[in-house]
């Protein structure tokens, strides 16, 4: 039977939960944002006690539906003041549904200023305390865990972003290699988890594709068929396998909307050089990977593994990351783009708002565009918490603010990501009515308006926008 784990971090107490009627058909994105908004005051502080913060697996995952670990977070988001859903791959939502855990519920605030980790494995849930990994990377976090609870755990963490009480604060987890990348970055949930004196979740389970179907027969044809479908598919089966998500950067350059130079232009002259082609073939020649599964029993495999010149490695860079430190901010050097890519994830930021931030303070001439070492010195900053670090930490919205720049690309105070809205107008419905602010997950309208997948629809015209967003948003809830 699934249930909920309710953890108060006032009371420093675990309850396990049956799962209401009401949540019995709901999973992932669906079911933490139900719970949200059920039990979390629209009116609380973000990052005070009221708030919750959500961790849902899928209502597939951990049974052998492809491509379907992927894990929920959600909360009233520090960043929009509105309800948030940020999700992730990596190997802990499977993980989290062969324990049977429905969801993790996390409540309270601790009146000390102490940090503590949860573990959960088979046998229960214990609060420990985690004082010796406050102030560490995400990195460093993941691989002390996995050193001390074995090397099979998943590890879901925060770096010292999310301690700082920063909005751009995201969570992340580790992927198959150990590398703590996998990102539910958006809307400040970090902060949240940081808020509640939780520095690290590690899950324990030594199963992968085994959460209870009722009919396992018919449920692996039903797989096997929906993997056809995805490898059929010209994007799922070819393009994303080859590419990985960078294989959009070539794409949305010619279509004329990525956002270049803090928004200003669609093209980028540049672009070649971060796309996914070039990544591809850096990788490769380097001992890296071109594609790359996040978690087991993913046919598309549109992650990858770059060897930066320093040893070290970035796992992935994805198309949004590549964009945001590429052509917005006029770098067209990848291993700079690994750089910042790695930087945010070793301290815990949401890389769009990271890149959309630097580009706020670029915009403001604190740093030249195109000046790939001061970006690096000024995200270098954020672990420290030094002014700069928490400006560059703060997310566009409040840079903008700071330093008197109008140009601020956000909406409900949320970057924007990698599809500029005047050229790809149904994103822009999406950006502007879904109460996540601007996230391009909530309803991807680059399908119809850029690769024609679902129809045509002219991506510069207000005509069929309005339906193309409210359909896709509908069908992405
Ligand atoms: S590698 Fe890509 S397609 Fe596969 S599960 Fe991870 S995020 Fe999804």
């Known amino acids: 039977m699934s249930k909920i784990i309710r953890v108060n971090m006032t009371q420093k107490e675990v309850k396990f939960e049956e799962v209401a009627d009401k949540y019995a058909s709901l999973g992932g994105r669906a079911l933490t944002s139900q719970i949200i908004a059920g039990e979390v005051p629209p009116t609380c502080d973000a990052l005070g006690p009221f708030n919750k913060l959500v961790i849902a697996p899928g209502l597939l995952t951990g049974t052998s539906a492809p491509s379907s670990g992927r894990l929920s977070v959600g909360g009233k988001s520090p960043l929009t003041g509105g309800i948030k859903e940020a999700n992730a791959g990596g190997i802990t939502s499977q993980k989290l ?13 601790p009146t000390d200023q102490e940090f503590s980790m949860l573990k959960i494995t088979p046998d229960g849930v214990e609060i420990l305390p985690a004082g010796d990994l406050a102030g560490k990377g995400t990195y460093e976090v993941t691989s002390l865990c996995r050193r001390r609870y074995g090397d099979k755990v998943a590890v879901i963490t925060i770096g010292p972003a999310g301690e700082m009480l920063m909005p751009s604060a995201g969570v992340t987890n580790n992927d198959s290699d150990g590398n703590s990348s996998r990102y539910a970055g958006r809307g400040g949930l970090g902060a949240v988890m940081g808020s509640k004196g939780l520095k690290a979740i590690v899950v324990d389970c030594p199963k992968t594709f085994d959460a209870p179907v009722a009919d396992p027969e018919r449920f692996k044809a039903a797989a096997k068929k929906f993997a056809k479908i ?7 089966g070819q393009g994303l396998p080859s590419y990985g998500t960078n294989v959009l950067m070539n794409i949305i350059n010619e279509a004329g909307t990525l956002p270049t130079r803090n928004f200003r232009f669609g093209r980028f002259d540049k672009a070649a050089e971060v796309s996914g082609e070039k990544l591809a073939e850096v990788a490769t ?3 890296g990977k071109a594609t790359h599964a996040c978690h087991p029993g993913c046919v598309m495999r549109c992650s990858n593994v770059y060897p930066m010149p320093d040893g070290k490695v970035c796992a992935p860079i994805e198309y949004e990351t590549a964009w945001c ?18 930087i945010c994830n070793d301290v815990g ?4 708002e990271a890149g959309c931030t630097l580009g706020v303070l670029m915009e403001a001439g604190v740093i030249p565009f195109g000046d790939g070492r001061a970006a690096i010195a000024a995200l270098e900053e954020v672990a420290k918490g030094t002014p700069l670090g928490r400006v560059t930490g703060g997310g566009a919205t409040g840079a903008g603010k700071l330093y008197g720049v109008t140009r601020g690309p956000a909406v409900k105070g949320q970057g924007i990501p990698a599809y500029d809205p005047r050229s790809c107008k149904g994103n822009g419905v999406t950006y502007a009515t879904t109460p996540m602010g601007a996230d391009h997950t909530a309803g991807y309208a680059v399908t119809a308006n850029i690769l024609n997948v679902g129809g045509t629809v002219d991506p510069t015209k207000k005509e069929g926008q309005v339906e193309l967003s409210r359909n896709l948003q509908v069908a992405t809830a």
Request: glycine share 12%; net charge negative; hydrophobic share 45%.
């Open 97 to 109: 549904a062969n324990l049977g855990i429905k969801a993790i519920i996390i409540e309270g605030k």
């Open 230 to 236: 995805l490898l059929d598919h010209p994007v799922c």
């Open 285 to 287: 020649a380097r001992g």
């Open 325 to 342: 430190f590429g052509p917005n901010l006029e770098i067209g050097d990848l291993d700079v783009v690994a750089k910042l890519n790695y």
């Open 349 to 352: 930021l949401d890389t769009i």
